[in-house]
């Protein structure tokens, strides 16, 4: 709060008093978060004082929603060196002020930079202020995402995934299925991906990453990231064309041999078999249709090469069954069963 010892138009020809900046107590009209922000700035003024702690201490046992306040605004200050880079002539200009001017001055110009930083977060880094986002495709579904700084995920069917992006990481979680992440450059936070005990870190690239019952495979389609398989181990980096995979225990093993192409091929509504084993093509086409498809025994020996359309289990069938002694018979709607034919 300002105070002047009478109005300068009143006393012409006097020179005006040095303004004083008195106690610090936050205007009533403003928040608890306001608030906090202007004791931040204090603190990191360089002219904190016993007086200062005091007072701080008063306003804090004052009102308990003050302590969860001062938290959060600490929380902030912490998180604020990643903002540096882009405020750096603002921080400059607070330094300079804090050496020439006011006792207080100095701290209410870091509060402005506070207050500026939470303004622009959203442009800055973006996302960073949107929370934890949930992302799911049903069954037979592919959707691409484009996240907040324009970096994309293209989700297979029966996939889900969380974004969260903060002020030091653009985090995901790969919960299952399967998706091609493609990473935008120029953003300061690194780009991670976890996937049941482990992790990929990108190092500017497009990956892709399958998650199965029993393991994670993960493939690089351009550029490179690092793999670790569980937590505190050893990063494990990967080049383009590179795949490697990993149990729900975190031992490493080689990935899928196929091409990238054949990996990827289900973003362009396809799947590729090469000299695949009947269970195994029935299993894949399972991932897209609502259906139990049940296998006799004596089949298991058969196999198959060719792309497919995902949506094409009809052709599929009419396909194994001119190919093979088969008969489909369906059970209900939602099952059925290839049974051998004898001749």
Partial sequence: MLTESAPLDRLPGKPPEILQV?????????????????????????????????????????????????RRAQALWSELGGLRPYAAADLRAAHRVRAESWQWRAGFALAGLCALAIGLLPMLLPGSLEGTQTHQTARGEQRRLILADGSSVDLNTATRVEVDYGLRCRCLRLL???????????????????????????????????????????????GAVEVSPR???????????????????????DGPDAPLAVL?????????????????????????????????????????SG??????????????????PVSVQRLAQDRLRLEFRHS
């Fill in 176 to 222: 299952s299925g399967e998706a091609v992440f493609r990473t935008a450059h120029g953003d300061p936070r690194g780009f991670v991906v976890n996937v049941g005990n482990g992790g990929v870190r990108d190092i500017g690239t497009e990956f892709w990453i399958r998650q199965q019952p029993t393991q994670t495979a993960v493939a690089v389609l351009e």
């Fill in 264 to 304: 990827t091929a289900w973003m362009q509504g396809s799947i590729v078999f090469r000299d695949t084993p009947l269970p195994e093509v029935l299993a894949e086409f399972a991932r897209y249709h609502s259906v139990n498809i049940e296998m006799d025994m004596q089949l298991r020996g058969y196999r198959l």
């Fill in 231 to 253: 937590p505190g181990a050893a990063y494990t980096p990967l080049k383009t064309g590179d795949r490697l995979a990993f149990s729900g225990n975190g031992t490493l093993m």
């Fill in 307 to 324: 792309r497919f359309a995902t949506t094409d289990l009809d052709g599929l069938l009419k396909l194994i069954q001119s190919a093979y």
């Fill in 22 to 70: 008195q106690e610090p107590m936050p205007d009533p009209i403003n928040s608890a978060e306001q608030a906090a922000m202007e004791w931040l700035a204090r603190c990191h003024s360089g002219r904190w004082s016993a007086a200062d702690r005091r007072a701080h201490a008063a306003w804090l046992a004052a009102d308990p929603g003050h302590m969860d306040e001062w």
